[in-house]
C-alpha cells in the first residue's frame, strides 16, 4: 500500500478543494501573505491539526501534518499506515466509527468534539473539529479529513 507524500502537492489540493466545496471556507484563510507553497504551509506550519485517512475497510491514516503530530505524538512514519481507528480510546471508537458513517453520508460535519488517545496513552479532547469526504472531481471518494481546531486535557 502507498501513501503520499507530505509535501505531494495533488493531495494538498484534494484536500484544500473539497473542504471549500463542501463547508464554502478556506483552509489556506490562515496562510500568512506572501507564502507561496501550501503545500509546504499545511504540512509544515498550519495552526491545526489536519489528518486524512484512506477508504480501505478499517482505514488507515494517509495523512499527519506536524499539528497534528504534535497533538497526537507520533511521527509521520508512525502515524501514516496506522488504523485511525486507533486515534481513540477502545470505549470512544464506536462513537468516532458513527461520525465517520455519518460524514460518508452526508459530506461533511463540524463542531464536533470527541475524546483522543496519543501515543503516550495520555487522552485528550479534540476540539472544533470538521471531518469531510475526500472527494475528487470525478465524485470518487478517496477517503476522510479531519482539521483539528485545537485540543484540551481530558
Do not use: C
Request: no cysteine.
Amino acid at each position: 500500500m502507498s501513501f503520499p507524500d507530505p509535501y505531494d502537492a495533488r493531495f494538498s489540493s484534494l484536500l484544500a478543494d473539497t473542504y471549500l466545496r463542501l463547508t464554502g471556507k478556506s483552509l489556506l484563510a490562515e496562510m500568512p501573505p506572501g507564502v507561496t507553497d501550501a503545500t509546504q504551509w499545511l504540512y509544515e506550519k498550519a495552526p491545526f491539526g489536519l489528518l486524512a485517512h484512506d477508504t480501505a475497510e478499517d482505514p488507515r491514516f494517509v495523512y499527519a501534518n506536524r499539528t497534528a503530530q504534535e497533538f497526537f505524538g507520533y511521527a509521520w512514519d508512525e502515524f501514516v499506515g496506522m488504523p485511525s481507528r486507533l486515534s481513540a480510546p477502545p470505549t470512544k471508537r464506536s462513537t468516532r466509527a458513527q461520525l465517520m458513517k455519518d460524514v460518508l453520508e452526508r459530506g461533511y460535519s463540524d463542531h464536533y468534539r470527541g475524546m483522543r488517545e496519543g501515543r503516550s496513552g495520555i487522552r485528550f479532547w479534540i476540539e472544533d473539529v470538521t471531518v469531510w469526504n475526500l472527494v475528487d472531481g470525478a465524485g470518487r471518494i478517496h477517503g476522510q479529513a479531519a482539521l483539528i481546531g485545537s485540543t484540551s486535557p481530558a
